[in-house]
């Protein structure tokens, strides 16, 4: 038995916890076996001892091995740096588990998820409407992310019903799925009372694509490519953190050299998107001069990534065991010789902004996302820290923290939770981002070795990184032959979507589009 204090803990919350195995496969990662009966208390345990959301809960299909489905979920041990996770098997014949949405409102996406796309039921369930599949594509019966799946079947259509809100002068105004512009599509449901939003339902899944079923069969060299197209604004992040989880299973420690130029291309990557959403929140609220400042200063980081790594969105840098681009001396020189200009135009930027009183206005108050909302609901990344919960992976985590430590990192927080605190933390985090590339790339010195080529092989693992949107995670399952089994995805707009509909209420519909572009979410990232 190992990690004695990890069962200790659930024990001092539910004593009768008795587990089928505990084990360490990873120092960042405790995997915990439970019988199904146990499955619930020993993650209401979890939840409560590490004050932890669900971070993921998923299904894999194991009948051809064990006949038996798995169901796993994942919290967050931020103090011990340590993801838990806890599985428990489900037999064909029994095609269910106890919910924990009621209990834990972080797991109610993730339980929809599961029943839509393996048919197991999570029993008590408030909510089992279809997340990402409708209705006219995918009749019931339909399960995707079975093994035996092939093609669509006939069958009964359901009827997807938004919750409706009654009373004298309620009315609904239905937005999308298709909008102007070229963002994706989505329907958002305002219920209003006069001006006042009082209820917004949000339905995507519109382009779903069934990325996490591409993965399967694929060589992981390979699907590092695919894992770049799951969200074209954060492809690095979801290269990087599909190629850790590789590097995890293959048990390869990658060189210093390419930690630090991982650590680069990430923080360029938040750069420009951080500047673009200023530029967005800008625009919706009619001050056109900032959104075009804005547009200027993301073009030049866009422009410095085509040089450094020859791509604008820094695609086929990654590589397993590593990074593929270097960067020489006269491509350090250029990058901090861009930072001048940049940084000074950013500060200008700045300033403009805080000084027009009718933006900030239009900004202080609005859209607010309380703490102890965002905690209930399981908002990560960049949303939660405006709402005052201080999370951030590269703090904590040992595959960020050693050269993050060595900068000095400092996590961006505000506590308001408005569109004003969003905008401070992206200010926040963009001039810390720009310091942290100055301080990396003063660590890199040419000819170092930059990847080292795995040998790929069977086991799973997590893999994780801190992308500007928040937390990007994989868990990956291979074969012996190193080919890909399962691949779950989390991308952080799958959770921040329901923080953007809490955020509205009390708010007029006019101001929707600004707390929307506050929040920054991907049509994409939660579609999959």
Same mark, same amino acid.
């Given at each position: ?50 004050? %932890? ?115 004298? +002068? ?64 954060? %492809? ?121 009183? %009718? ?18 609901? +399981? ?78 092989? +069977?086991?799973?693992?997590? +893999? ?65």
């Amino acid at each position: 038995m190992v990690c004695p204090e990890v069962v200790a803990g659930i024990k001092n919350i539910f004593p009768a916890f008795e587990a089928l195995s505990v084990a360490l496969p990873y120092p960042d990662e405790i995997r915990v076996k439970v019988a199904r009966q146990f499955f619930k208390d020993t993650c209401l345990a979890l939840h409560k001892g590490l004050s %932890s959301p669900v971070a993921v809960l998923f299904a894999s299909d194991e009948r051809k091995d064990t006949a038996k489905f798995v169901v796993n979920c994942a919290f967050v041990n931020l103090k011990k740096s340590q993801w838990v996770i806890v599985s428990m098997d489900v037999s064909e014949d029994a095609l269910y588990f106890d919910s924990l949405a009621k209990n834990i409102h972080s797991a109610s996406l993730f339980e929809r998820e599961i029943w839509e796309m393996f048919g197991i039921e999570p029993k008590g369930s408030p909510d089992l409407r279809r997340l990402r599949l409708h209705d006219e594509v995918y009749p019931k019966g339909n399960y995707p992310l079975r093994k035996d799946f092939r093609q669509i079947q006939a069958g009964n259509l359901s009827d997807y019903k938004f919750n409706k809100v009654e009373g004298t +002068g309620v009315f609904e105004v239905p937005v999308g799925p298709v909008h102007a512009g070229i963002i994706g599509p989505g329907h958002f449901r305002f219920s209003v009372a006069g001006e006042p939003i009082i209820n917004l339902e949000t339905r995507l899944g519109f382009a779903h694509r069934g990325v996490e079923k591409l993965f399967e069969g694929r060589n992981c060299f390979e699907a590092l490519r695919l894992a770049e197209c799951v969200s074209g604004d954060a %492809s690095f992040a979801h290269s990087l953190a599909f190629a850790q989880a590789v590097e995890k299973i293959s048990g390869v420690l990658i060189p210093k050299q390419a930690v630090y130029l991982r650590a680069i291309f990430l923080e360029l990557e938040r750069m420009y998107n951080h500047v673009n959403d200023i530029g967005a929140m800008a625009l919706d609220v009619g001050f056109s001069f900032p959104s075009a400042y804005a547009s200027v200063i993301k073009e030049a980081i866009l422009q410095l990534n085509d040089k450094l790594a020859a791509s604008r969105y820094l695609k086929q840098v990654n590589t397993v065991g590593g990074v593929v681009k270097d960067l020489d001396e006269p491509k350090k020189k250029m990058l901090l010789d861009s930072f001048k200009g940049i940084k000074h135009d950013f500060n200008e930027l700045v300033n403009i902004l805080y000084s027009s009183v %009718s933006f900030m206005d239009r900004v202080d108050t609005t859209g607010a996302l309380r703490r102890k909302t965002a905690e209930g609901l +399981g908002v990560v990344g960049l949303i939660a820290r405006s709402s005052g919960v201080p999370a951030d992976l590269r703090e904590y985590f040992p595959a960020f923290s050693a050269v993050y430590k060595e900068a000095k990192f400092k996590i961006a927080t505000e506590e308001s939770g408005d569109v004003l605190a969003r905008l401070k933390v992206r200010i926040a985090e963009f001039k810390e981002s720009s310091r942290l590339v100055e301080e990396f790339t003063g660590k890199l010195a040419e000819g170092r070795q930059i990847n080292i080529h795995p040998e790929l092989k +069977g086991g799973s693992a997590l +893999g994780y990184v801190e992308g500007w949107r928040g937390p990007v995670l994989y868990w990956l399952a291979t074969d012996a032959a190193g080919l890909i089994r399962r691949c779950k995805i989390v991308d952080p707009s799958f959770l921040n979507w329901q923080g953007l509909s809490y955020a509205v209420l009390g708010n007029i519909i006019p101001d929707f589009p600004l707390c929307n572009k506050s929040f920054g979410l991907s049509y994409s990232g939660g579609d999959l």
